[in-house]
């Protein structure tokens, strides 16, 4: 037979292992890369200021995600596709200067 399942009494509670069977795999490097991030949030600063630190500093999305969860409204705007038509004209202008 194949391995088999931790049980939820292992200690890490039926919540944990859901988690766990959830959670997106990391590489070696990679949980080095978030190491910084999850401690700073083990000590008590906001999600979202550990997001933004994350974002300003070049990490991945993945790696945000594995760390903080979506991001508000994130997995709603991917399902919708992005802006309507006439969303997208009114940003228009404002995406082009972005640019330059």
Same mark, same amino acid.
């Given at each position: #037979?194949?391995?088999r #399942?931790?049980?939820?009494?292992? *200690? /890490?509670? %039926?919540?944990?292992?859901?988690?766990? $069977?959830e959670? #997106?795999?990391?590489t070696?490097?990679e949980?080095k890369?978030?190491r910084k991030? =999850?401690?700073m949030l083990?000590a008590?600063?906001? %999600?979202m %200021?550990? =997001?933004?630190?994350?974002?300003? @500093? *070049?990490?991945?999305?993945n790696?945000?995600r594995?760390?903080v969860g #979506?991001g508000?409204? @994130?997995?709603d705007?991917e399902? /919708?596709g992005?802006?309507?038509?006439?969303e997208?004209? $009114?940003?228009?202008?404002?995406?082009?200067m972005? $640019? %330059?």
């Amino acid at each position: #037979p194949g391995p088999r #399942p931790v049980a939820a009494s292992s *200690g /890490a509670g %039926a919540l944990g292992a859901a988690e766990a $069977k959830e959670a #997106p795999v990391l590489t070696e490097e990679e949980e080095k890369q978030t190491r910084k991030y =999850r401690s700073m949030l083990k000590a008590g600063v906001p %999600a979202m %200021a550990v =997001r933004l630190k994350m974002c300003a @500093e *070049g990490v991945p999305k993945n790696l945000i995600r594995s760390v903080v969860g #979506p991001g508000e409204g @994130e997995a709603d705007d991917e399902a /919708a596709g992005g802006l309507s038509a006439a969303e997208e004209e $009114k940003v228009k202008k404002y995406r082009s200067m972005l $640019k %330059a």
